[in-house]
């Protein structure tokens, strides 16, 4: 593995750099870790990367680890920067020829990512999106329940992020991580959409399996003097008839980290919470409410929930259990593609190069609405996972 951002004062790249070596499976071994060189250099023993492979840029590591023999070089490439830096970074890691991990959002706008995604598909690299809470195992278990029809059909979808962080303007005050979240140049079109509800919006769509079809949305600046929203709801018809919220907000108070989801269906509904990730609700008129946690060896475990487990029941998996999933799903694609064994492009367990596309079509169809006053716009994605 090789790590590009997460120097000091990093949150996200500490994190990559936990997940990918959980299991064992990755070493970090290199990386540029600022854009910063002295920063980047100084950064690195924090990691234990050595000297020699503690890079001044992203230049300066494809080149030099390019050079190296195949069975010395890194394997992929793990990108936790800010969003205005996602795609030169990764279309210079794909034409090299390296596997990708990358933050969400995938990159700066549409078209960046447009580019992307066909860079991936004629390299043929293994490009994998930390759209991380995908990899819950209750998450992944109520996907499997969704997709075998055990709720019936899905009618309705409310996915809500809610925090409360920014609801002072703490990026003039020096605070690193809202500085560039809130700055046009570096975060994109949107805000909070941009940052977290594109978390909400992939959960929905990674659960249900619904395509979508058209989306309104209204778009709000609460702190006086901010540049991008602060807060959002977006209304989605999906092709099947049904209907989806997503609501975002950074200015809630007492609000931390706060992903829910509720899904209704014919036959059932269900509801999680990533701050309570060891516990699914599933509710059915006439019965009393089921309560699943997270038992790998549960009878009533699935196979893809079970999957995703590390430990036994009553010993909480979080956070960085779930991220780690994403980067051992990715691990086995790299697998075979080292090995010359073909592998699922699209349709993958972990979130991939097409749902970082959907996900920037997503905030870009809801900044255009927005601007015209929550009008009704197109929202079919080409290139959606089904």
Not at 330 to 343: K, L, N
Request: charge should be negative; glycine fraction near 8%; charged fraction near 20%.
């Amino acid at each position: 593995m090789a790590l590009v951002g997460g120097g000091q004062g990093s949150f996200i790249g500490r994190v990559h750099s936990i997940a990918a070596c959980l299991d064992n499976r990755a070493e970090l071994v290199a990386g540029a870790l600022s854009s910063n060189p002295e920063k980047a250099k100084a950064s690195a023993p924090a990691y234990d990367i050595p000297p020699e492979r503690a890079y001044g840029s992203i230049e300066e590591l494809i080149e030099k680890e390019s050079a190296l023999p195949e069975d010395q070089r890194i394997d992929f490439i793990s990108i936790a920067t800010p969003n205005f830096t996602h795609f030169p970074i990764a279309k210079a890691a794909v034409e090299a020829g390296f596997n990708v991990i990358c933050d969400k959002p995938m990159t700066f706008d549409l078209a960046q990512a447009e580019e992307l995604k066909g860079l991936v598909e004629k390299s043929g690299v293994v490009f994998a999106v930390s759209h991380n809470y995908t990899g819950y195992p209750l998450v992944r278990m109520a996907r499997e329940m969704i997709l075998n029809g055990e709720f019936g059909e899905i009618q309705a979808v409310r996915s809500n992020y809610i925090q409360g962080w920014l609801r002072k303007r703490i990026e003039q005050e020096d605070q690193k991580q809202a500085a560039w979240r809130t700055d046009p140049s570096k975060s994109g079109a949107a805000g909070a959409f941009g940052d977290i509800a594109t978390h909400a919006y992939n959960l929905g769509r990674y659960m249900t399996g619904l395509l979508p079809a058209e989306i309104s949305c209204n778009l709000k600046i609460f702190a006086p003097g901010r540049q991008l929203d602060d807060y959002g709801h977006a209304v989605i018809r999906f092709q099947n008839g049904a209907l989806g919220t997503v609501t975002a907000s950074q200015i809630s108070h007492g609000r931390e980290n706060d992903l829910f989801i509720e899904i209704d269906g014919t036959k059932g509904a269900l509801s999680w919470r990533q701050e309570e990730p060891n516990q699914m609700i599933v509710r059915r008129n006439g019965q009393p409410h089921a309560i699943y946690t997270r038992d790998p060896n549960a009878p009533f475990m699935n196979e893809s929930g079970a999957a995703a487990c590390r430990l036994p029941a009553g010993h909480p998996e979080a956070f960085f259990e779930a991220f780690a999933n994403i980067y051992r799903s990715a691990f086995d694609a790299m697998i075979s593609r080292i090995t010359g064994e073909s592998f699922e492009p699209k349709n993958t367990i972990y979130p991939n190069v097409y749902d970082g596309v959907e996900g920037m079509f997503f905030i870009e169809q809801s900044v255009a609405s927005s601007k015209e006053n929550g009008a009704w716009l197109p929202f079919n994605c080409d290139c959606a996972r089904s």
